[in-house]
């Protein structure tokens, strides 16, 4: 089964309205043979807060070691956001496998009138993947309510009820206290307490239900287990919180999610996690919960994305969401506050006026569904509040677009009213335009088949993708509009199969230079969003966009980086340059042969190396830098560790290089405060774990996928994404074939608008091309070549003199009248 047949056999159960209970998800995981037999459940429930405490939750775990499953809903972009495995979201190939295995079954109960509703199959998916991956914890975020929610056919090991407000009253109650009971109903069963942050008639409600709760608040009454404090923010996307109560000190954090709440919400998540991890028998330290907190990101939750101006996402879709949605925004200073809004028409959105900040300016606007409210009722709604500045544009991107073309330096735009808004939004910093090499009719048809295209599409198309080929996704109006016009004039465009209205839809564009420069043309003045689309396409296909002033020497040549180990255990040259003597003898010899840059490194991230303490790598590299730092190449210092890089860039350094990704959650402001590059790794685990087992749809696109949001974080914290170097990290996480494969088509990556590393010097990858241990030189100084000719900024190689004389070729052979070797 394809995937977009798949994807749409589950969205089509949207028809279906649910029923009271678990019946229904309890049978269908019966037919599956109950692959969540055994699993161990931490089920979330909330009015607000739960998705948030879910993603703590979760990420604590990480860091001790553990492999967690996530479910949580809704989507922003792709369903398959909903499951996650290890921070990885559901494959194409287990949705379609999963559908394979039960729509025989769905049918015939959709026959009897008694089908799975999208939600229900949805959290059988998600436990049926957790099972196959065989994970430690599964964290669920609850639906609606608690008692016939379908996740409620788990027996949680833990739990908690975030909050209880007014919401859903025709399915809960029309009571405060109706509405706590059925979500304490996640209550586990046993001598573990329900954990909650609810306070009043809703707390006692929870404790008449569940019996032992435990408590979690800010005001440290007799009443409060846990007391959480927040000490407000540290920086414009981290606040400082402490929690007390079961640790003693208190732990002592930082969150990436603004506003008192969430550090309430950090409480809950600490309980849980600890809950969780003595279940598991894991050895749960403070140090793992502090670190997990401040690494728990979760997208369009008062996310704030710019400074100049300062821009903030935020998904509120209820009064009590928007009432701190207005609470974190009043701790920053700005000046005008432009406001977008959308959102569903079944929300009380008098009441979430009221408790917004009144805004300098409004545009509302429909986000692309249904159940989106006109943006025209909504701005009536602002305008009889007072506010003098009310428009309303049909297309959320196109309300973002004017909302920031109208803002100063100084000012505030706030997008919000519903996470389907803020989806939308978002989109402008995290969709790609994919450059595709269209060699023959064989990459014609991967490309083709990559975005899902019917077989039928991809036969008759495959033949017309001969000049410049972009794959990326949009909404299918937007899709549907952007084919019409290419079409019109001489290009080709194919669409997914999968073609709905509330889902994003893969497209393939197809065309010469010169019909990508008109289709630009037309789409700049059209709405739906579609200005923004011709501004990506002008960027991702370099179409009259002036280059920057180089900084750095990748930004005019491709550059050589020579590694430097001054570590016993590295798996090429361990130990030859330990001595600080023999270190700044090799830098020496490196610049001669013309490297460009130097990165020293004082651990191993070979499979199976030792963790190496920061007192001990920084006296390993620390004397070297402070060495080679006058040498005529630029300095990098290869770490993992945010001490260890500020001590680094003490000493002279001049770029940070994080095979981790940004797991030290201080690298990337420890980079902007310097204001010096960031080498940002696409890594599964560093040091490498042998033997991990890691399935892509497509590794190339799954890598541009992962590191988008890694590059979200460091320009967040402060870069320029010019200064933001992405790594695809050949062989870690990756099979030699998948190596392979990113090498061969490593122009996708230039979609990030990031400089490109490869670091590929003498990898295991080449057993591929049938090279030992001992006979990789050659192969490296080949692969060196083809990344340049490639698209690749920097390569990252142990042998100088050789590599400096492959990509000097294949500069050569790119410019033979422009090129010169002396430059």
Known sequence: MEYHEAANFLFDLRRFRSSPGTAS???????????????????????????????????????????VGLYTSPHLE??????????????????????????????DCAADGDSPTFFEAMTALALWHFGREDVDVVVLEVGIGGKFDATSVVDPVASAVTSVTLEHTAVLGDT?????RDKAHVAPDGETPLVTG??????????????????????????????????????????????????????????????????????????????????????LSRADLERGLRNAHWPGRFEVMDREPFVVLDGAHNPGACERVAETLSTF???????????????????????????????????????????????????????????????????????????????????????????????????????????????????????????EGVWRMRGKAVHRVVKTNLQYRQASYLKQELLSIGGECALSGLQRDEELVDVVLMGTLSQFKRLIEKLEAQPYGLATVARELREGLEIGIEPSEPRYPWQERSSVMGILNVTPDSFHDGGEYNAVEDAVDRAEAMVEAGVDVIDIGGESTRPGAEHVPVETETDRIVPVIERVRELDALVSVDTRKAAVAEAALEAGADILNDVSGLEDPEMRFVAAEHDVPLCVMHSIDAPVVAGRDVTYDDVVEDVVDQLTERILLAEKAGLDREQIIVDP???????????????????????????????????????????????????????????????????????????????????????PRGFDGDD
């Not at 049978?27 to 429930?45: R, S, T, W």
């Open 78 to 107: 792709d369903v398959r956001e909903r499951v996650r495995v290890d921070g990885r979201k559901l494959p194409r190939s287990e949705l379609a496998a999963f559908v394979e295995s039960s729509e025989d079954y769905i049918r």
């Open 176 to 180: 405060i206290e109706e509405i706590a």
């Open 198 to 283: 609810t306070t009043g008639e809703a707390l006692a409600a929870v404790r008449e239900h569940a019996g032992e709760v435990l408590t979690v608040g800010s005001d440290g009454d007799d009443e409060t287990d846990v007391t959480v404090s927040y000490g407000g923010r540290t920086n414009h996307t981290e606040a400082a919180v402490s929690i007390a109560g079961q640790w003693e000190p208190p732990l002592e954090t930082k969150i990436p999610l603004l506003g008192e709440h969430q550090a309430e919400n950090a409480g809950i998540a600490a309980v849980l996690a600890r809950q969780a991890a003595d279940v598991s028998d894991a050895d």
């Open 729 to 815: 990290g050949l062989g870690f996480g990756k099979s030699p074939t998948e190596s392979f494969e990113l090498l061969g088509r490593l122009e996708e990556l230039q979609a990030l608008g990031c400089p490109i590393l490869v670091g590929h010097s003498h990898k295991s990858m080449f057993e591929k091309a049938g090279c030992g241990p001992d006979e990789r030189g050659a192969a490296t100084v080949a692969a060196s070549a083809l990344a340049v000719d490639r698209g690749a900024d920097i390569v990252r190689v142990h042998d100088v003199p050789e590599n400096v004389a492959a990509v000097r070729t294949a500069l050569a052979a790119r410019d």
């Open 333 to 455: 200073e700005y000046d005008d506050l432009h406001l977008v809004f959308g959102a569903m028409h079944d929300k009380d959105h008098r009441e979430m006026v009221a408790a917004l900040p009144t805004p300098d300016s409004v545009i509302t606007c429909r986000p692309n569904l249904e159940r989106a409210e006109d943006e025209e009722v909504l701005a009536e709604v602002f305008a009889q509040t007072g506010v003098e500045d009310v428009r309303h544009r049909a297309a959320v991107q196109d309300a973002f677009a004017d909302a920031l073309e109208d803002a100063e330096p100084g000012d505030a735009v706030v997008v919000t009213g519903s996470l389907f808004a803020v989806a939308e939004a978002r989109s402008r910093y995290t969709r790609a335009m994919i450059p595709k090499r269209i060699r023959n009719l064989d990459d014609a048809r991967d490309a083709l088949e990559s975005a899902s295209v019917t077989e």
């Open 25 to 67: 998800t309890a049978d269908l995981l019966a037919h599956l043979e109950d692959p969540h037999d055994g699993l161990a459940c931490v089920q979330i429930a909330g009015s607000n807060g739960k998705g948030s405490t879910a993603r703590m939750v979760e990420r604590v775990l990480r860091e001790a070691g553990l492999s």
